[in-house]
Each structure stands twice: as C-alpha cells, then as structure tokens.
C-alpha cells in the first residue's frame, strides 16, 4: 500500500526556517511527482510546490516563491520542503501528497492520488 509520512513541522519564529520531510513507501517508483499543499482554517487547500518525479521541474506559488525550496532524496523515497524567512501568514496545516512520475497540472490538488496525515507549522513570535 502506497503511504507517505510527515514529519518537521512545529513553532517557529517570523523569519526563521523549517524544513519539512515526507517519506513515500508503496510506489512501484523512488520518483513519483510530490507536491506540498497547505491549509488554512476555513479555507480549502491551496498549493504551495511540486517537483515533477519524470523531469525533476519545480513549480512554487506566488506566495512562497524565493522563499521555499521543493527537493528530493530518491534514493531514500523522500521529498524534502525547505522553507525560510517565514512569516505569521505562512501559519497552516501543511500536506504532502503524491502521484504518478509523468503528471500533468501537478500544482492542483486533484491531480495527486496520495496524501500525508499532515503537519502544523505555526509561525509566532
């Protein structure tokens, strides 16, 4: 069964930095395409990256473009979200999701097949 794990989210300071891991086990493939949503309360999901497992591309939403960084460890099966010079509004439930290597609209959600439990990270002084 295909199954993905979080892990590193937690408080951090406005201005500082996470980095956020999500292992996939499961996948006939160490690359599929892993995409990082996030949520906010009230509000539906909303993309935040995605690395392309076929071709390795990255795309970034405005809003934590310059600032967060998508990566991935193959051999390991794990998909890495770095991000620095965080702010209050960067506050969320932060999702992991995942799905096949060739992918197309890989910054909507609905074209994930997988998802992580989640992981707060709460920016806060």
């Known amino acids: 069964q295909v199954q993905l794990v979080e892990s590193g989210g937690g408080l951090v300071q406005p201005g500082g930095s996470l980095r956020l891991s999500c292992a996939a086990s499961g996948f006939p493939t160490n690359t599929p395409t892993m995409g990082w949503f996030r949520q906010f309360p009230g509000k539906e999901r909303e993309f935040v990256a995605s690395?392309?497992?076929?071709?390795?591309?990255?795309f970034y939403a405005n809003s934590v473009k310059g600032r967060f960084s998508i990566s991935r460890d193959s051999a390991k099966a794990t998909a890495y979200l770095e991000m620095a010079s965080l702010k209050p509004e960067d506050t969320a439930l932060y999702f992991c999701?995942?799905?096949?290597?060739?992918?197309?609209?890989?910054?909507?959600?609905?074209?994930?097949?997988?998802w992580g439990q989640g992981t707060q990270v709460t920016v806060s002084s």
């Open positions: 690395i392309r497992g076929g071709t390795g591309y990255t």
């Open positions: 999701a995942a799905t096949g290597p060739w992918a197309t609209a890989t910054t909507e959600k609905e074209s994930y097949d997988y």
